[in-house]
Each structure stands twice: as C-alpha cells, then as structure tokens.
C-alpha cells in the first residue's frame, strides 16, 4: 500500500541540526540551527523562566483544554510585547491575538485564513528567505514568489529594486517581512527604509505578514519590533506572527502567537473567531505550560526585569562573537566576506561560503553551517571561534 512513499528528502535545517547530533567528533561545532547556546557551549534556562516553572509547579492545578485562542493572560502580555503598551490599536481593542504552536504555528494559522479569505492572493516572500517559509505557506495552498533582497556582492540589500518589486504588485498580495534579524541573511532594512516601504504597502493595498521570531536580539526588544509597530500605526492591513523560543529560550514549548490588526474592534472579533476555526481544524488548542511561563514572567514586574537583563547579556554576547570571529578571520578571508559578521546582526551571518566549501567545513572539521552558507553566530563561544575562523581560512583558501 505505501510503496509508492519517496524517501523525504531531509529538512535543510532540521535534518542537519538531527545529523550534528549522530556527529562522535568530539570536536564538532554546531552553528546550523537558529539556537543561541552560552559561552559554555549550552542551552540556557532563563533564570526568570526557572523560577516562573518553580511557581507553576508548587502550584500544580487541572489542566483542562485552553480555549482554541490560548490563555487569555498570554495573549494579553504577547500582544503588549509586540505592539506596545501604548499602541492605538491595542487600546481600541483591535488587534485579534492568538496563541499559537510557536512561530510556526502562527505563520500556518496565518496561511490558512489568508488561503481561505484571499483565494486569489500570492505570497511574496525575500530572496532568500528562511527555508520553511516557502514550505508553510505553499503547504496551505498559496503560490510564493520572492521579491529581490539579499545582494551576495556585497554582503548587503537591494532596496531599491525590493522596493520597486513590491511597488508592481496586484493588490491584496501578501508581503513577508522579517521584523529584525533576517533569516537567513542577517541584513535588516534600516528605520529610514521601512518609513520608505510603508507608503509603498498602502498604495498597493498590500497585505504585510511580519515574522518576527527574534525579538530581542538585534537593537532591543522595543527597536526590534519597532517596524510591526510602524505598520500598525499607518494602518497597513497587518499580520504579526511571533515566537518565544528564542528570546525565551523555549523551543520545545511551541510558544508563538498570531495576531491581526483591524480596522475595528468588530472586525478584529470576526478574524479572531475564523482564526480560531483554522486552529481548530489543525490541532484544536495549544498547550497549557509555555504560554503560563511566558505570561507569568511578562506579567510580573521582577521576573520581566531578569529576563530582560538575560536578554540583552545573550545580545551583547553575539555582538562579542561577531568580533572575536570578524577579529580571527582577518588577513584570511577577502574583505567583503570578513566584514558580513560586524556588518550584520541577529542569530545568522550569511557567510557567503560556497556549498562545497560549507561540505568540506562539515566534513573535515566538523563545523556544521547551512548548505546556503548561513552561520548562527550564536553557536560561538570562547573556546571554538577560534577553531571556526581557522577552518573557515581552510576551506576558503583550499587548503
Ligand atoms: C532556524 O531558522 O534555524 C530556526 O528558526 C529553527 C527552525 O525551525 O528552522
């Protein structure tokens, strides 16, 4: 009956990420998935997060089904996060916020309604993007395209030929933007860009989809999200997706929220209830335990003000790395390519490795990158930069 089942073909990130682990060289580096691991080469438990979890479990109580929309207080404080404390929209109850199955989740909740509701729509997506967009949303049914962005010449952006893609757009397209810390380039537009970008949205009568999984790793947690509220505020048909397993270091807890902002309290009610049917039809509810730590910390004035101090250490600890391998690479690689680790920001570097010189760094020494050449800088410390800027000389020189 399943013969006919093709072998799949591995996930660019997911896969690897699984092989690293299978990987006995006691001197292999993982700098492949978008995690951020510690000086010490670990994943962090967030001391805030810690002690929420302590609370939660001295205070276990029955665990019922969630609504399909997630915890009320979650929603709240995620919504808040994003948008602000003193968004318009928030205040005039016209944001619908979701909680969803990480970022992930929020961006397929978010394909289902547009499927459902802009039949006739596309998807336009950055060239490049991160890998599993083009899955989620071509897996709900949409046809994606990309719009120019990433220039390998100079490690840089095309503005003005992305600006000049989506100024020739049909309208209701959709737009994915990366609020900061673009996967997998590293290249932000700056905020005098996105001030460019927005009339172009409103004139086209295009809808904005932003992911924004790393907030709090480029400038900040208010800078980074600082497009999502810009957008927001000159009312540009907006959907925010946002994930905690980053900034929260809670990956497996699938903690992501969707939200769409309305033109009316009454609006943003009906698109809440149809994004609660497309919950439902994909997994009924989200869990129980992520969103109560989530909330719990944003909620509480103590544990908010730790997790932001941890938050901004981890921040400033890439921007270390960055320098000790831009500082390690120098007289060994060409110019242009040193420069892209100073030069962009967030968990990932494009590298602008080829994929046999990415092939060799996996194979002869180790060090595991994406095949597109992407680097997650957050996977240095202080005891393989070293090793990394050396074996990168290697490959890059053909030694
Ligand atoms: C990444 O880009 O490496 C992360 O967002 C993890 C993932 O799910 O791909």
């Not at 990366?178 to 009339?199: K, R």
């Not at 295009?206 to 800078?223: C, K, P, R, S």
């Not at 989200?286 to 719990?296: D, E, S, W």
């Not at 400033?316 to 040193?338: N, Q, S, T």
Request: charged content about 20%; proline content about 5%.
């Amino acid at each position: 009956m399943f013969d006919h089942i093709p072998a799949y073909p591995g996930d660019p990130i997911l896969s690897l990420n699984e092989d690293f682990q299978l990987d006995p060289r006691p001197n292999k580096v993982n700098l492949s998935i978008g995690i951020y691991f510690d000086d010490a080469g670990k994943l962090p438990v967030i001391d805030a997060v810690r002690r929420a979890e302590t609370a939660l479990l001295d205070a276990i109580g029955p665990r019922s089904y969630l609504p399909m929309a997630g915890l009320p207080l979650y929603r709240d404080t995620a919504q808040a996060l994003v948008f602000g404390t003193d968004s318009a929209a928030r205040a005039e109850g016209r944001i619908a916020t979701l909680q969803t199955l990480g970022g992930s989740g929020a961006l397929k909740v978010g394909a289902d309604f547009l499927k459902r509701y802009f039949p006739a729509s596309q998807m336009w997506i950055s060239d490049p993007s991160w890998e599993n967009h083009r899955v989620v949303f071509e897996g709900a049914g949409l046809k994606v395209n990309t719009y120019p962005y990433y220039d390998p010449q100079t490690g840089g952006l095309r503005f003005a030929d992305m600006l000049a893609a989506i100024d020739a757009l049909p309208a209701k397209s959709i737009v994915l933007l990366h609020a900061c810390c673009h996967n997998p380039t590293g290249v932000d537009l700056s905020p005098a860009q996105w001030a460019e970008l927005v009339p172009v949205l409103q004139r086209r009568e295009l809808i904005a989809f932003v992911d924004m999984a790393y907030q709090g790793f480029g400038a900040g947690l208010e800078a980074d999200a600082a497009p999502v509220r810009l957008l927001a505020d000159a009312n540009v048909p907006l959907i925010v997706a946002n994930s905690f397993s980053k900034n929260f270091s809670l990956y497996g807890e699938r903690v992501g929220a969707l939200s769409v902002v309305c033109k009316s309290a009454d609006e943003a009610a009906r698109v809440a209830g149809q994004l609660m049917s497309a919950v439902r039809a994909n997994y009924s509810n989200p869990p129980t335990h992520g969103a109560r730590l989530v909330a719990n910390v944003l909620a509480d004035a103590t544990l908010r003000a730790s997790w932001e101090a941890e938050l901004g250490a981890m921040r400033e600890r890439i921007l270390a790395m960055r320098k000790v391998i831009h500082a390690g690479l120098d007289g060994r690689v060409d110019e242009v390519m040193r420069a892209r680790y100073v030069a962009q920001r967030g968990m990932f570097t494009y590298t602008g490795l080829s994929e046999s010189q990415v092939e060799r760094l996996r194979n002869e020494y180790a060090v595991y990158v994406l095949r597109s050449g992407r680097m997650c800088v957050a996977g240095l410390n202080a005891r393989n930069a070293d090793y990394v800027a050396s074996s990168i000389a290697a490959v890059v020189s053909g030694a």
